[in-house]
């Protein structure tokens, strides 16, 4: 976890919410490590995991404060759950990707617009040795159904997540329902941590792209699937409504959500890199 931020009162409140919900998994509040402005104004941004865990929102976010003389408080946590912190006006804009539960968050009342602003892809990872033969497969349905047929190790982040929504649809395409078995493991974790835990049992499991590449070289987890379009991976920055949640900010989420589309934003998510490699790709690219 990066150095915890000056906090609000309604970022307090934020905390004892996921606790009152029950809300399980590591979740990361704070403002990323980034200096303390005098007098600045708070805005409160409830993202996934992995935007934070890459260290994208390292390089995005100062340019934006600065300009604004504004901090930005990161909760980082899965994609329902950042989703149910804005329907509660504890976050002033949410960027996350699960594109069906953005819509209706939109649609429900508690969103203004879901802007489309980057993208890159979900993995199936895996053993090198691939007892499941899963790396075989033409597309992700089969490489899942070859693991539910071998009852391999399966490591699901289990916490209604970006990437679990994903991963729940393609088992539903392999198998027509949920898997079900001691085989396979829901641990209510973010993407880092499921990513160690398939890594120290040798596991399969799925990952964004972003996340996965910030961990190469301390796991030993090779990419098995990769390329099927039901993989691709939006990202959708949404600002909270002021007619459901009047105290919100809605005017530097405005101002957040101008940033990530502008050719300054664009241009920090393209050049972005780790290890060398690209994580994230700008929607107009």
């Known amino acids: 976890m990066r150095a915890t931020a000056r906090v ?51 390089a995005l976010l100062p340019p934006f404060e600065e300009r604004n003389n504004v901090v930005v408080d990161v909760i980082a946590v899965g994609t329902g759950q950042a989703l149910q912190i804005g329907r509660s006006g504890d976050a002033d804009v949410v960027m996350v990707h699960a594109p069906d539960l953005e819509r209706r968050f939109v649609a429900d009342g508690y969103g203004l617009e879901r802007v ?23 597309d992700a349905a089969g490489a899942f159904a070859r693991i539910a047929q071998a009852e391999a190790p399966f490591i699901s982040r289990g916490d209604n997540s970006g990437t679990h929504v994903k991963e729940l649809e393609i088992w539903n395409t392999a198998l027509g329902r949920a898997a079900e078995g001691s085989w396979y493991r829901e641990i209510g974790q973010g993407m880092g941590a499921v990513i160690t835990l398939a890594n120290e049992q040798q596991a399969y499991t799925v990952a964004d792209r972003g ?41 530097l989420a405005k101002a957040l959500i101008d940033h990530l589309t502008s050719a300054e934003g ?3 998510i393209r050049e972005y890199r780790v290890q060398g490699e690209q994580l994230f790709f700008p929607d107009r690219d």
């Open 211 to 251: 996340t996965y590449l910030s961990y190469i070289g301390a796991v030993n987890l090779p990419i098995l699937l990769e390329g099927d379009p039901v993989l691709f991976n939006p990202y959708g920055v949404i600002a909270v409504d002021p007619e459901r949640h009047p105290h919100v900010n809605v005017e």
């Open 8 to 58: 609000s009162p309604r970022f307090v409140t934020v905390v004892l919410l996921t606790t009152v919900l029950g809300v399980s998994g590591v979740i990361s509040i704070g403002a990323s490590g980034r200096p303390e402005r005098v007098g600045a104004a708070r805005l409160v941004l409830a993202t996934t995991t992995s935007t934070e865990n890459s260290g994208l929102l390292g």
């Open 266 to 268: 664009r241009r920090i």
């Open 116 to 138: 489309y602003f980057m993208y890159n892809d979900f993995v199936l990872l895996g053993p090198a040795d691939d007892p499941a033969d899963a790396s075989s497969a033409s």
